[in-house]
């Protein structure tokens, strides 16, 4: 759209005050940062959560959302390799970070160790939870390879499984933490 | 092993693919984020509808304007109960609730209009714009206001929604002669489903269907309630099945379907998309019945049970919803797994203008089992009895008659019972304790719990097994998997019948244009009845296939068996047939390739005068838990130490499943028991998130030590009964007996959390 002169006038003499005056919510702001391996560059609203930027502008729907206020882990994604509530987390705050979602686990078609343990322990049933837990178990034993059962308790405690119990869900952790116990 | 509905006499081996732990068949996709749930198919090319709320919890409309949210940009549409074209009714037994209501809101839930915006910002800003005009009514809010004569109505017809009786010998009689009577009270609670996968889908008029991808959990009564409501045939509803994350009853009752349906019609060609935010699931959406239970029991001084008089008071909410045949199952249940000659119930359920509450995991069933269990523990104390001993000399035994005067000619209940007690060594149960402030407490509960809906109804599931020219055994059901795993224990079921490996089975679920009608995944029941109706159609199929195999090898077809995909005479084995070469063979000479199963097995109406039925329920299915813990009497906080629930499944079509449905009810058992509880104020929730409704985390949880026990059941697919809701049923009662043991008292109001526990102990009463 060809700009009129007044247009250009009235943005530069608003300038200062554009960032704060201008409507938070309408205001695009440049975001770049690394999405599962890969270098990101968007637009985003601000006040976009990243949870729904993840999965409304970057169409990645493994990231869940189920209670909006960051009490149930559904919406774990990994930033800088700590699991956050991408519903607490505005998207800009992660520029220039590193985020890892459910989508960017399996290298290929090879699915992570913990992927292959919730899978062979019945650890899953409807699924909902499945993607935040497993990426609160690959952050408890990238950080402690050898966690104990309290340390296991303490990396899961902030997901809500509705279906299974748990109890299979913390088998597969441990059986995962073996596993990757050999191979090193 | 042989089978009821075997369709080969000959096989004798072991089976190869059912009672084996084989992988979830969609788990792949479920780790890998792969699997699209309601709201992953969202688009922002999509419009996006909103609901308003009634600001009232009872109160007249008098005015909707909506001119002024019609005029914001980008709202699409506004619509209100006048663009319904049909009855604008629903509701699971009685349409009795308004899609979009028109003259009166009886609870903070009730729809108003809907906004259909260019996104979803647009359209909760234009909710705000919609002025509506009320004439507040006095609202009742407890099932004692609401019964009284002079009460607000509710509903036209008044405030009674329905009562229920059980009349069994001569209670009154027989309770004046019994040598000792204990009598108390219960109140359970309002609880959440709070399944994560939050209400959203979307719909479409594609030029000559309504197409609703919704999650629900019997998707042709959902299409029938939508059609009526909207004014629809019924066949220009289809309803596609998305990947659904947990139900557990919550799902029954339609949720977005209707709105989603009348955005479409209005504006065809659109996709229209919706989805509840966790707070307005909550508010909106049906609970479990908090029923006030008063059960009075009387036993001889050793213990034999002879009488029971029973009063339930339920608070049902705004609308009917599945109120009834709660209330029913309650009655059916009342006396549980215990032989109890006199019996006289009394269900009364009436409106309030709280949350309609419907159907949840245990039905009804979860209520009772609570106020059975509480009781036998009040007896075993005032007898001085061991509370084991007591229960095992009234527990029901094959050819026994229950509550319904049902005889149930299979019953395990003592077999459950002596595995649980066996396994945490009761005899020797030790109350020793690290600390003086902590107290140890053992409990237990039985569970005895009629499967399907019974009484009468024509429950029926439907599947089709057909042969697909490149071998695959597809399997056509509309039966919901909801999380719970029936897409294996259908997958399993044929490829065993068939004698075909697990992998050549793709089961085709939920999809009202391709699948036949399922009946819903509740009650305990598509194991029992898909399970069946796959049964029968697999091995019709099979049938279809042996024909074709022997005609072409020119063997016997009795002969003719089928093992690993391969068709070939059993006595001599040597040419053989593929899949893939019969169904070349099939289409060749004409053949269907194709069978349909039907299973239906009847039931008979209770009596309703006296509650008595010949045949309640299709068959009963037993359990038996124990749960071992620690109450902090300086906080009142309970620590469960071991839990141990044992059931008898007929037969473990896929035994890991099995086992996760039992630690998953327990665990919801858990939540009821110790912590969920919708807290209201006048109609409005006060704790409609996560935050404040609290439901167990991992660390609530502890190992939960299952016993499977397997007596075949003679109308299940090879024995198999079902397992969806007896692990919930269990738990709370066996948590709470094992709280009355540890402090002494019982605890009468639910959930036992620390304050409710520490305000006990702190009482004066007992």
């Known amino acids: 759209m060809k700009k009129t002169v007044a247009a250009v006038y009235d943005r530069r003499k608003n300038k200062a005050t554009t960032r704060r005056s201008q409507s938070a919510a309408t205001a695009a702001w440049a975001l770049a940062f690394t999405l599962n391996g890969k270098r990101v560059?968007?637009?985003?609203?601000?006040?976009?959560?990243?949870?729904?930027?993840?999965?409304?502008?970057?169409?990645?729907?493994?990231?869940?959302?189920?209670?909006?206020?960051?009490?149930?882990?559904?919406?774990?994604?990994?930033?800088?390799?700590?699991?956050?509530?991408?519903c607490m987390m505005l998207a800009p705050q992660v520029q220039d970070r590193e985020v890892v979602t459910i989508e960017g686990l399996a290298k290929g078609k090879r699915l992570d160790v913990i992927q292959q343990k919730f899978i062979e322990c019945g650890a899953v049933q409807c699924g909902y939870c499945t993607p935040g837990l497993i990426l609160a178990a690959k952050a408890l034993l990238k950080d402690n390879p050898h966690p104990s059962r309290e340390e296991f308790l303490v990396g899961m405690e902030g997901n809500i499984c509705r279906c299974t119990g748990y109890n299979k869900i913390l088998r597969a952790c441990e059986l995962a933490a073996d596993e990757l116990g050999l191979k090193k | 092993m042989t089978t009821a509905k075997s369709s080969s006499a000959y096989e004798t081996g072991p089976m190869k693919v059912v009672g084996t732990g084989a992988l979830r068949l969609d788990a792949l996709g479920k780790v890998t984020g792969a699997t699209k749930y309601g709201q992953d198919l969202f688009s922002k090319k999509f419009l996006f509808a909103k609901v308003l709320r009634a600001a009232h919890p009872h109160a007249e409309i008098t005015g909707i304007d909506t001119r002024a949210a019609k005029k914001l940009p980008g709202v699409v549409a506004v619509l209100t109960h006048k663009d319904v074209a049909g009855t604008n009714l629903h509701g699971l037994i009685r349409r009795d609730q308004e899609a979009l209501c028109s003259t009166k809101v009886r609870y903070l839930g009730d729809a108003i209009a809907i906004v259909v915006a260019k996104n979803e910002a647009t359209a909760v800003e234009a909710l705000k714009h919609i002025r509506v005009d009320y004439k507040p009514l006095p609202a009742v809010f407890n099932f004692d206001d609401a019964f009284k004569p002079d009460a607000p109505k509710i509903h036209a017809e008044g405030n009674v929604l329905g009562e229920k009786h059980l009349?069994?010998?001569?209670?009154a009689k027989a309770m004046s002669e019994a040598e000792v009577v204990v009598e108390d009270w219960i109140q359970t609670q309002t609880c959440d489903h709070a399944f994560l996968d939050l209400e959203a889908g979307r719909a479409k008029w594609d030029g000559k269907m309504l197409v609703i991808e919704v999650p629900g959990q019997w998707i042709h009564e959902e299409c029938r309630l939508i059609a009526l409501a909207l004014g629809l045939p019924v066949e220009k509803v289809r309803i596609i099945q998305p990947a659904t994350g947990g139900a557990f009853g919550g799902r029954e009752d339609i949720s977005i379907q209707i709105y989603l349906g009348l955005c479409a019609l209005k504006l065809k060609g659109e996709t229209i998309c919706m989805r509840y935010s966790r707070s307005e699931s909550m508010v909106v959406r049906h609970k479990r019945h908090p029923i006030r239970i008063h059960y009075k029991l009387g036993a001889k001084k050793d213990g034999t049970l002879v009488a029971a008089q029973i009063k339930f008071y339920v608070d049902k909410g705004a609308y009917a919803s599945t109120g009834i045949a709660v209330m029913r199952k309650a009655s059916s249940h009342a006396t549980g797994p215990y032989k109890v000659p006199n019996i006289s119930v009394d269900v009364i359920g009436v409106f309030t203008n709280n949350n309609p509450c419907?159907?949840?995991?245990?039905?009804?069933?979860?209520?009772?089992?609570?106020?059975?269990?509480?009781?036998?523990?009040?007896?075993?104390?005032?007898?001085?009895?061991?509370?084991?001993e007591l229960r095992h000399k009234n527990l029901v035994k094959s050819g026994d008659e229950v509550t319904t005067g049902q005889v149930v000619p299979y019953a395990t209940a003592v077999e459950c019972f002596d595995a649980v007690l066996k396994k945490i060594d009761w005899k020797n149960r030790s109350y020793a304790t690290p600390a003086p402030h902590l107290k140890r407490g053992y409990g237990v509960s039985i569970v005895c719990f009629g499967l399907g809906y019974g009484d009468g109804f024509p429950d029926a599931s439907r599947a089709r097994c057909r042969l697909m020219p490149d071998g695959i055994i597809e399997v056509y059901s509309s039966a919901c998997d909801v999380g719970q795993g029936l897409i294996n224990m259908i997958a399993q079921i044929a490829a065993e019948e068939i004698g075909v490996r697990l992998e050549k089975v793709r089961p085709v679920l939920a999809d009202t244009m391709r699948t036949p009608e399922a009946g819903s995944s509740s009650a305990t029941r598509q194991t029992y009845f898909t399970g069946s109706a796959v049964h029968i159609a697999a091995a019709e199929l099979k049938k279809q296939l042996q024909d074709i195999a022997g005609t072409h090898l020119k063997e016997l077809v009795y002969e003719i068996k089928i093992v690993d995909g391969k068709a070939f005479n059993y006595l001599h084995p040597g040419k053989r047939m593929t899949l893939k070469e019969i169904a070349r063979e099939g289409k060749r000479r004409g053949y269907s390739l194709e069978a349909l199963g039907v299973y239906k097995p009847p039931t008979m109406p209770e009596n309703t005068a006296t509650g008595q039925s010949l045949r309640a329920f299709v068959t009963y299915l037993f359990g038996s838990h124990a749960c071992q813990l620690l109450v902090d009497t300086e906080t009142g906080e309970v620590k469960i130490e071991r839990y141990i629930a044992c059931h008898d499944v007929g037969k473990a079509i896929n035994p890991d499943q099995v086992i996760g449905q039992i630690q998953g009810g327990v665990t919801m058992g858990i939540g009821m028991a110790l912590m969920e509880e919708v807290v209201k104020k006048n109609g409005r929730i006060l704790n409609a998130g996560f935050t404040d409704y609290?439901?167990?985390?991992?660390?609530?949880?502890?190992?939960?030590?299952?016993?499977?026990?397997?007596?075949?059941?003679?109308?299940?697919?090879?024995?198999?009964?079902?397992?969806?809701?007896?692990?919930?049923?269990?738990?709370?009662?066996?948590?709470?007996?094992?709280?009355?043991?540890?402090?002494?008292?019982?605890?009468?109001?639910?959930?036992?959390?620390?304050?409710?526990?520490?305000?006990?102990?702190?009482?004066?009463h007992p």
Not at chain 2, 167 to 171: E, F, W
Not at chain 2, 365 to 384: N, P, S, W
Request: glycine share 14%; charged share 25%; proline share 8%.
């Open chain 1, 41 to 86: 560059s968007k637009k985003v609203k601000p006040t976009q959560t990243l949870l729904d930027f993840l999965r409304i502008e970057m169409g990645l729907t493994g990231t869940k959302g189920a209670c909006e206020e960051g009490e149930c882990g559904s919406c774990y994604v990994l930033v800088d390799g700590k699991p956050m509530n991408s």
């Open chain 2, 167 to 171: 009349r069994k010998g001569d209670a």
């Open chain 2, 358 to 388: 419907g159907a949840m995991r245990g039905f009804g069933a979860a209520q009772t089992a609570i106020a059975y269990e509480g009781l036998m523990d009040r007896l075993a104390v005032k007898l001085g009895m061991d509370k084991a």
């Open chain 2, 694 to 764: 609290i439901v167990p985390t991992i660390r609530d949880v502890p190992e939960i030590e299952c016993i499977v026990l397997e007596n075949p059941d003679p109308g299940g697919p090879f024995g198999a009964r079902g397992i969806g809701e007896p692990p919930l049923i269990g738990c709370g009662p066996a948590i709470l007996s094992a709280i009355h043991d540890a402090i002494g008292k019982p605890i009468r109001e639910l959930p036992a959390t620390p304050e409710r526990v520490w305000r006990t102990l702190a009482a004066d």
